[in-house]
């Protein structure tokens, strides 16, 4: 009975590879023309990470995503955690533009664990300056929010899937546009002790539109493998990214726990050359850094992580977050 149990979840698993790699390498052929690099998507805030913990480790986070963010890195993972988990972050962000995230997972049982997230982005407002460089008078700003909900679902004890469901507004002005999108996930326990390896297909969707003009979304395919060492303290994750607007990039990061209080976090993503922190959506090539602190209080635990980012010419930005997990 176990065998053929056994075997069904193997082939469930091939089929499910089969599936996601086969959708993104068509994806791929039917896109290369049409998108080129940054600025050929839409709803690009879609690819600005989210929690410190993530963003310090270089943004390689697909096969370690054990923690309520990972309703955005890989719905998979969500299945890791041991409780359920609050998180709202705060960015200190490019000049006037705000952006804060607010996160939240929880367990209903051994093999199910529901997720839900709340991205919102502001620009504030600029003059409206008419093509004789004068100001009209009017104000213009940019608006976005996506609300994600998640699950995960455990297949065996080595497989887990996951998947979130993405709605998505934008405001452009006085012209608004939505649309909805998903993330695939899955969550592969090796048969070598710590060594977990995953995929993760995020913005699968029709694309958004404004004023009958569409953009297709900024999908990525990720592939991702963790391993843990030193007791579990120390955690390395290595992920390639094949996103539809951009190159091809590498990321390796990693933390380390000392007392199961205190962490340390770095992290670097590298595009093709030697990089220096080049301007990019979201984040760029280059090196992150982060740190955090976890305390026991009420049976319960508290955690505050922080991640440093440089956006080039546009000076540096702070990512800061509180967790309660319970």
């Known amino acids: 009975m176990k065998n053929g149990i056994s075997k069904t979840l193997l082939r469930t698993f091939a089929v499910s590879l089969l599936f996601v790699l086969s959708t993104t390498f068509s994806f791929a052929q039917n896109t290369t023309t049409t998108v080129n690099g940054p600025g050929t998507t839409g709803a690009v805030a879609l690819e600005i990470p989210v929690n410190p913990r993530a963003i310090a480790m270089g943004q390689a986070f697909t096969a370690v995503a054990d923690d309520s963010s990972a309703v955005y890195w890989n719905p998979a993972g969500l299945n890791q955690m041991q409780g359920s988990e609050l998180l709202a972050e705060y ?53 976005y929010y996506d609300i994600d909900i998640a699950a995960a679902y455990r297949l065996s004890y080595s497989l887990d899937i996951g998947i979130t469901a993405k709605y998505i507004t934008e405001t452009l002005g006085t012209t608004s546009a939505s649309t909805f999108a998903v993330d695939l996930g899955l969550m592969y326990k090796t048969p070598i002790p710590h060594l977990k390896l995953a995929l993760d297909l995020q913005n699968l969707g029709p694309g958004i539109t404004f004023v009958q003009v569409s953009d297709p979304l900024p999908m990525i395919f990720k592939i991702g493998a963790a391993y843990q060492m030193f007791d579990d303290d120390f955690t390395m994750d290595l992920d390639v990214d094949f996103p539809n607007d951009n190159v091809v990039s590498t990321s390796l990061g990693g933390e380390y726990w000392y007392k199961n209080t205190l962490v340390g976090r770095l992290g670097y993503e590298f595009q093709g050359s030697i990089d220096q922190n080049q301007l990019g959506v979201g984040g760029e090539a280059g090196l992150y850094l982060g740190a955090g602190i976890k305390v026991s209080l009420f049976k319960t635990y508290f955690s505050f992580d922080y991640a440093w980012t440089d956006q080039g010419i546009l000076g540096s930005n702070h990512h800061f977050s509180l967790a309660w997990y319970f």
């Open 91 to 143: 960015d200190v962000f490019i000049n006037t533009v705000t952006y804060n995230y607010l996160n939240g997972a929880f367990r209903l049982g051994n093999d199910l664990t529901m997720g839900f997230g709340l991205k919102l982005l502001g620009s504030g407002l600029e003059n409206i300056i008419n093509s004789s460089g004068a100001a009209t008078g009017g104000t213009f700003g940019e608006t």
